[in-house]
T-cell receptor, first 111, second 114 residues
Framework: DGGITQSPKYLFRKEGQNVTLSCEQNLNHDAMYWYRQDPGQGLRLIYYSQIVNDFQKGDIAEGYSVSREKKESFPLTVTSAQKNPTAFYLC??????????FGDGTRLSIL | DQQVKQNSPSLSVQEGRISILNCDYTNSMFDYFLWYKKYPAEGPTFLISISSIKDKNEDGRFTVFLNKSAKHLSLHIVPSQPGDSAVYFCAASALVQGAQKLVFGQGTRLTINP
């Protein structure tokens, strides 16, 4: 059945390391999004992509990078420049102006 | 600055009664509003939405009301059930260069007591 798959569910990173979070969707949606959630806060937009090979910065893009080489995939790299990377990361996708569908998230922790 | 605010971090309601969750926004460019429900360690699930041209949308036990002049929306759940216990996020949407950009509130944790 169709949906959004984020992997891994839990991820640990040493300081100074880059880490890549996977997001795959089989909903045939054009647009994909990455959000970050911190305790007691809402979701904040990191990056979004409306079409393959194109993406835009969201509200908190510093320290992150993305790529969109395939319609189904939108990986997020948390770089060592991200000073506070510990958070719950959520990927979403949508078609046109339909509500965004979310994956189950990846929890990233710093060792 | 917080464009979308949910001022109640938590709400406790008796099973069978009405739950009312509130949300305020500041940006008059928002033209579409959504409510999402989230369980721990899972992604948010879309619940119900409303366009800015309407003032009410109903779907089963869930009704969303929009007061544009007050920049306020609310989600009513009646009757409340134990399975409704979750965190509810309000989100506001504006089309920016063809992309639907959502701005989320901080969430309200709803607990339904038996």
């Amino acid at each position: 059945d169709g949906g959004i798959t984020q992997s891994p569910k839990y991820l640990f990173r040493k300081e100074g390391q880059n880490v890549t979070l996977s997001c795959e969707q089989n909903l045939n949606h054009d647009a994909m999004y990455w959000y970050r959630q911190d305790p007691g806060q809402g979701l904040r937009l990191i990056y979004y992509s409306q079409i393959v090979n194109d993406f835009q910065k969201g509200d908190i893009a510093e320290g992150y990078s993305v790529s969109r080489e395939k319609k189904e995939s939108f990986p997020l790299t948390v770089t060592s420049a991200q000073k506070n990377p510990t958070a719950f990361y959520l990927c979403a996708s949508s078609r046109d102006v339909q509500p965004q569908h979310f994956g189950d998230g990846t929890r990233l922790s710093i060792l | 600055d917080q464009q979308v605010k949910q001022n109640s971090p938590s709400l406790s309601v008796q099973e069978g009664r009405i739950s009312i969750l509130n949300c305020d926004y500041t940006n008059s460019m928002f033209d579409y509003f959504l409510w999402y429900k989230k369980y721990p360690a899972e992604g948010p699930t879309f619940l119900i939405s409303i366009s800015s041209i309407k003032d009410k949308n109903e779907d089963g036990r869930f009704t969303v009301f929009l007061n544009k002049s007050a920049k306020h929306l609310s989600l009513h759940i009646v009757p409340s059930q134990p399975g409704d216990s979750a965190v509810y996020f309000c989100a506001a949407s504006a089309l920016v260069q063809g992309a639907q950009k959502l701005v989320f509130g901080q969430g309200t944790r709803l607990t339904i007591n038996p």
